[in-house]
């Protein structure tokens, strides 16, 4: 600890109290912020105000916003050429800022490049010239199968019970793979979607279900335009109101073998590894959105004027506003913790996941709480943020899973992780 001589005030940087970031690092810092503020905002704030059917026509300016992105190369696949070192510092960074300017925006961004990314990570030039170019999304969870879909490893499997088979399954043959069924409405960026990756139950020739009541699954890189596919209209929602959600239909799609990518022995680990980078990067974005609520009741508490002097003077206004910015530090170290985590040698691990999300994305929630208690009547004003924000907090809660069960996930890791009888 250094020595002083004098008390000095605290110096806080965009991100509170990081005090140790790089000269890249703030530079990158400093041009997503501003890029959230100029642009993002602007963009969410009419999103908002339009029918889900008008975010995705070809005059939404979405798709303005979705070009500008692209042009700041912070992307998955720019991200994708930086070692572990620069990722785990850079990584929350990343998706908080984007989630400062809004939420809904910053998982648009970075789920459409979904599918382009496995292609790159598979190291196949075929996948990459067939899907590196193309808008996608995740399709994963399934009509009655969401919560079944996080439990991978059938925790929660009641004995001489099963799992859900899915609305959406697999055949896997010799030569080609066919897709039946219907995912969820929740999938993101599935409106504006020319592609997907695709992790479903699947049919290797001795049924769906394991013999321990989950499923066997298959992971695949699907073209939207094979015969077959429709992609449903984006649903009306909420919150998060900028990023198109809606279902796929599959109806025997055909898909060669080529585009597998995860078969029977790899589809736990995949399906794993992309809960992970999902309840992080939810961990990062719910940061953002807390801080995004916290400085906008620190404005308004400024500002507005009660007993003749302004709301900061009073005392419990400013032990709210206190305890708002230390639970939006909690978030930030958790998440920077779970990322360091995940870079080790001793990572990655859904676990570290599942406390930053869970942890995040709840205290988001309690920080707009507060917030909108601060700007009272004000807050339910359509003039102010906090109305917009109460909505979009709201999907964090449930988003990459939702926070109980993922709770309930994490404690079977920590009991397996103790060797405790029963889930070894």
């Keep these: 600890m250094q020595s002083a001589m004098e008390v000095k005030n605290p ?15 703030v530079e990158i810092q400093t041009r997503l912020r501003n890029f959230a503020v100029a642009t993002m905002r602007p963009v969410a704030a009419s999103l908002d105000e339009m029918s889900a059917q008008e975010v995705i026509q070809p005059c939404s300016p979405l798709w303005k916003y979705l070009n500008d992105f692209d042009k700041l190369g912070i992307g998955p696949a720019e991200l994708a050429e930086f070692g572990p070192e620069r990722l785990k510092r850079l990584l929350p960074i990343v998706f908080e800022e984007l989630a400062y300017g809004d939420s809904g925006l910053a998982v648009a961004a970075f789920i459409s490049k979904t599918p382009a990314s496995v292609a790159r990570a598979s190291g196949d030039p075929k ?24 439990d991978y490893e059938g925790f929660e499997v009641a004995a001489g019970s099963k799992q859900s088979e899915g609305s959406l399954r697999a055949l896997v043959g010799s030569s080609e793979i066919v897709l039946t069924g219907h995912s969820s409405d929740w999938i993101a960026c599935g409106p504006i979607a020319e592609c997907g990756l695709v992790h479903c139950p699947a ?44 279902s796929i239909r599959f109806d025997d799609v055909r898909v ?21 980078s999902g309840a992080m990067n939810i961990a990062a974005i719910s940061t953002g959105i807390a801080r995004a609520a916290f400085e906008a009741a620190v404005k308004y508490a400024q500002d507005r004027r009660q007993g003749g002097v302004p709301l900061t003077h009073h005392q419990l206004v400013r032990w709210r506003l206190y305890e708002m910015w230390r639970k939006v530090e909690i978030s930030r170290a958790i998440v920077r ?9 001793q990572g990655p691990h859904v ?36 109305e917009k924000l109460l909505r979009d907090v709201q999907e964090p809660l449930v988003e ?25």
């Design 11 to 25: 110096s806080l940087a965009i991100s509170g109290l990081d005090g140790d970031l790089t000269e890249e690092e």
């Design 127 to 150: 996948l990459v010239d067939r899907f590196g170019g193309l808008r996608g999304c995740w399709v994963a969870t399934q009509a009655d199968r969401g919560s079944d879909c996080v």
């Design 203 to 246: 049919d290797y020739g001795e049924g769906v279900i394991r013999p321990d009541g989950g499923v066997f699954g298959v992971g695949l890189l699907v073209p939207f335009d094979l015969p077959g596919v429709s992609v449903g209209s984006p649903n009306e929602k909420i919150g998060q109101r900028s990023l198109p959600t809606g």
């Design 256 to 276: 060669p073998n080529s585009c597998l990518v995860h078969g029977r022995d790899s589809y736990n680990a995949s399906i794993d590894r992309f809960l992970l």
């Design 337 to 345: 913790r779970a990322a360091a985590y995940n870079f080790s040698p």
């Design 351 to 386: 676990l570290s996941a599942i406390a930053a999300k869970t942890t995040a994305s709840q205290s988001a929630f309690d920080v707009v709480s507060s917030a909108m208690q601060i700007f009272g009547a004000n807050g339910v004003s359509r003039r102010h943020p906090m």
């Design 400 to 424: 990459a899973g939702e926070n109980h069960f993922l709770a309930l996930q994490g404690a079977n890791w920590l009991l397996r992780a103790n060797q405790v009888v029963g889930f070894s």
